[in-house]
């Protein structure tokens, strides 16, 4: 299995960032439609008008393309959010995406669910370009507000804070029938996320 991270710059050079965005945006159409497995990149390359070689030449494979796809959809880095408390982070980073593309995000976990476990490239993939970064981010907001005096830092809730959050978006749909929106997870971080952390809420 190889690693994937680094691999892109050389291989992506002769594509536009216009048409990269317009491949990406294929492929997360065609993945929410038949999800992973269906997925090929002889559709791919048919939706988007493309040579499967190129494909392949530019991404190395389906899954490396699916998760770039993914990480190009989200709304800028998480650590360049800072509000300067804890809690005006979190609900900026919830504000990033309407109600809309929280539920397409959600399809698109759904998709991916199975395929993650049962697949390792895939999960290779996700765990490199997409999972081991954002958590990375994530790990400097907590860490400004454990240097503002926010939280204490051997408060045991923070190695699971990123678990409470996923698990709070990817469940919406299960538990409630319904898919996460903005307002749902602000109250998921004031009734949750903050009181294990020790933060208040007012």
């Known amino acids: 299995m190889r690693r994937v991270t680094g691999t892109a710059t050389v291989r992506r050079s002769r594509i536009t960032p216009e048409r990269e965005a317009e491949l990406y945006a294929a492929v997360l159409d065609l993945l929410r439609e038949v999800g992973y497995d269906a997925l090929t990149m002889d559709a791919v ?3 988007t008008r493309s040579s499967k070689a190129t494909l392949y030449r530019q991404w190395g494979g389906k899954a490396e393309l699916v998760v770039r796809a ?4 989200k709304p800028g880095g ?4 800072d509000t300067g408390s804890l809690r005006g982070d979190l609900r900026a980073l919830v504000a990033r995406e309407d109600d809309c593309g929280m539920e397409q995000n959600s399809a698109l976990m759904r998709a991916l669910a199975m395929a993650v ?10 765990k490199e370009l997409l999972v081991e970064p954002e ?3 994530f790990k400097r907001v907590l860490g400004r507000a454990v240097e ?3 939280i204490r830092p051997d408060n045991p809730a923070l190695d699971y804070i990123v678990h409470m959050l996923v698990g709070a978006f990817a469940t919406r749909a299960l538990i409630d029938d319904l898919p996460p929106t903005q307002q749902f997870l602000r109250s998921y ?3 949750v996320v903050l009181p294990a952390l020790g933060v208040p809420t007012d």
Do not use: C, K, W, Y
């Open 45 to 47: 390359a048919a939706r």
């Open 70 to 73: 993914m990480r190009h959809s």
């Open 78 to 81: 998480i650590a360049d959010v």
């Open 117 to 126: 476990h049962t697949n390792p490239d895939l999960r290779q993939a996700f």
């Open 135 to 137: 958590m990375m981010e």
């Open 148 to 150: 503002r005096g926010e």
């Open 189 to 191: 971080i004031d009734a």
